[in-house]
């Protein structure tokens, strides 16, 4: 009887992107690992898909779905089989350690179909410098693709997703060659319509949400649009005919698309969005901006909440002040404009900015002291690192001892099965450890980043936010003589309790700083939690130096 020499494989079909529609289709790739397959007289098990995936490393679903179809398959399986090397990955260290070294210790090998990879010396190297290759392609195009989107960018070309009210369109450049643009759409005139009507400067952008869906405007999606839609889309300076995007760095440059609006309209829409001098403004937040401090401000006689009003002036006008007329305060107190009050609050907070450096000295106190309480985090994760470490090295203690003849293929097989999945896991698990430690420090560095420029963070954020801060800064409240226009000392927050204002960074002051954060960091950590409500993101401060 003739033996069966037939080999059984799994085959991996890879595509980078759904458009991927020519001589790397799926179709194609299949096509051709079935022909290697035929020719070769291998019979394949079982067909493994990523779609849209990159190869940059091997973290994708179907291709660990692959690896573990072999764990579980031992002695079943003898090749995977890829339409070429890149396909199974552009990135040589994750390719070895996480695909060839798993398939090989199962006795594995992987094979291109349109490749001369196969187990002799010349072969293996082949293998390896076709990864390589890859690799330095993918390299190149990211390089090169950032490049020629930021060149585009600066020339004024939109190459993202059209904004409401605009259509993608390919338009020339001086030199014939299409290039990424917008175009208004049927929307473009409710667009307009919308944008304009804020910049008259007496609607809320809850009535403009309403007056939006009451005008037939919709996403372009269809649904009705949220007020936080109308607040991005009041913010576009793309309706104004500019480009800004992560390849301008977020300036504006003078876009190729026709505007909707003028750039006075988009520029008093940023005012009325920002600015606290103007008088016109969100009629819901009319009040407030002309008391933003209000509920801050403590009377200096009777120590309660001063008051906000807007007496009539002789001109007809009104003059918003904040003033206290408790019995008990009667001609003891004074009552002060709104305008000179918030000036008074602005120097009060240049005052207790601390310096640049001992700013950057605290924020490094900060992060030490986070790392140092979070030991236990740390422990984890040191100890996780040398699990894997361990696994690693017994590894391929068993592979020496199967090839020493030490144990027998099946043993060899269990261990090697049991140390992949717990690596598996360990490495699932160290990943989400080091987030943890990565976001502690970021939400320390937004911190920080925010009192930097906390006047002028102050001036430019949005009602709610000043508010919120405000009672974060100072929770029980702010004493203030209307009278000298001096604050009184107050209870303030625990991010600048335990650091001076003073330029000293001597060592003393690093000892004593130190000292502090250490002894009271629990209070600390709280209050940075805090910060990050407020603060979720450091990228997304109202103000940046």
């Known amino acids: 009887m003739m033996e069966n020499n037939t080999k059984r494989a799994v085959a991996y079909v890879r595509i980078s992107s759904l458009r991927q529609v020519d001589n790397e289709s799926p179709d194609t790739q299949k096509e051709k690992i079935q022909q ?10 079982e067909w493994f898909y990523d779609e849209a995936k ?11 779905n692959l690896l573990a179809f072999a764990l579980k398959h031992v002695n079943k ?3 995977v089989i890829v339409y070429k090397m890149n396909r199974a990955s552009r990135d040589l260290d994750s390719y070895v350690n996480n695909v060839k070294l798993v398939l090989k210790s199962r006795g594995i090998t992987v094979r291109s179909a349109t490749e001369p990879v196969d187990d002799t010396k010349m072969g293996r190297f082949m293998e390896n410098l076709f990864v390589i290759l890859g690799q330095l392609d993918n ?6 693709t950032v490049d020629n989107m930021t060149a585009l960018a600066e020339q004024g070309y939109w190459q993202h997703p059209p904004v409401l009210g605009y259509d993608s369109v390919k338009i020339p450049n001086a030199s014939g060659k299409l290039r990424p643009s917008m175009q208004p759409n049927a929307l473009a005139d409710k667009v307009k319509l919308i944008l304009e009507r804020f910049s008259e400067g007496d609607i809320t952008k809850a009535a403009l949400t309403r007056f939006a869906i009451e005008s037939g405007l919709r996403s372009r999606n269809g649904n009705k649009l949220s007020e936080d839609s109308i607040n991005r889309l009041l913010k576009s300076a793309e309706h104004a005919g500019y480009i800004h995007d992560k390849f301008t760095n977020y300036e504006l440059v003078e876009g190729k698309h026709p505007p909707l609006i003028s750039k006075t309209t988009y520029e008093q829409n940023q005012a009325l969005l920002y600015s606290r001098n103007s008088h016109k403004g969100q009629a819901h937040l009319k009040a407030n901006l002309d008391y933003s401090l209000k509920g801050l401000l403590l009377c200096s006689n009777c120590n309660k909440p001063m008051y906000a009003s807007a007496p009539k002036t002789g001109s007809g006008g009104h003059s918003p002040r904040y003033h206290c007329s408790r019995a008990t305060c009667k001609g003891k107190t004074s009552s002060i404009g709104a305008k000179v009050a918030e000036e008074d609050y602005i120097k009060l907070l240049k005052q207790v900015k ?4 001992i700013l950057k000295l605290y924020k490094s106190i900060l992060i030490k002291e986070a790392n140092h309480e979070l030991s ?14 361990n696994i690693s090295e017994t590894r391929a203690s068993t592979i020496r001892k199967f090839v020493e003849d030490k144990i027998t293929t099946n043993d060899k097989s269990e261990l090697i099965d049991d140390l992949d999945k717990r690596k598996l896991e360990q490495s699932s698990l160290l990943k989400e450890l080091e987030e943890q430690q990565s976001v502690r420090e970021a ?7 925010f009192m930097e420029q906390v006047d002028k963070q102050w001036v430019v954020s949005e009602f709610d936010i000043q508010q919120r801060f405000q009672k974060m800064m100072f929770p029980d409240g702010l004493v203030y003589d209307s009278k000298t226009r001096e604050f009184g000392t107050t209870n303030i927050s625990p991010m600048y309790r335990y650091i001076p204002n003073k330029k000293d960074t001597s060592v003393s002051l690093k000892s004593n700083l130190v000292d502090l954060v250490h002894s009271n960091w629990n209070v600390i950590l709280s209050e940075l939690n805090r910060w990050k ?10 103000y940046s130096a």
Not at 54 to 64: A, C, F, H, I, V
Not at 443 to 449: G, P, T
């Open 376 to 389: 236990g985090l740390n422990k984890k994760v040191s100890n996780l690192r040398n699990e894997l470490n």
């Open 533 to 542: 409500q407020l603060l979720p993101d450091s990228t997304g401060l109202a």
């Open 354 to 357: 601390p310096t640049d450096g």
């Open 54 to 64: 990159s190869g940059k490393n091997t973290d994708r679903e179907q291709l660990q």
């Open 77 to 79: 399986i003898d090749y």
């Open 36 to 45: 290697y397959a035929d020719a070769n007289n291998i019979e394949v098990a």
């Open 139 to 144: 390299d190149g195009k990211a390089e090169s």
């Open 443 to 449: 939400d320390i560095e937004s911190a920080i980043n």
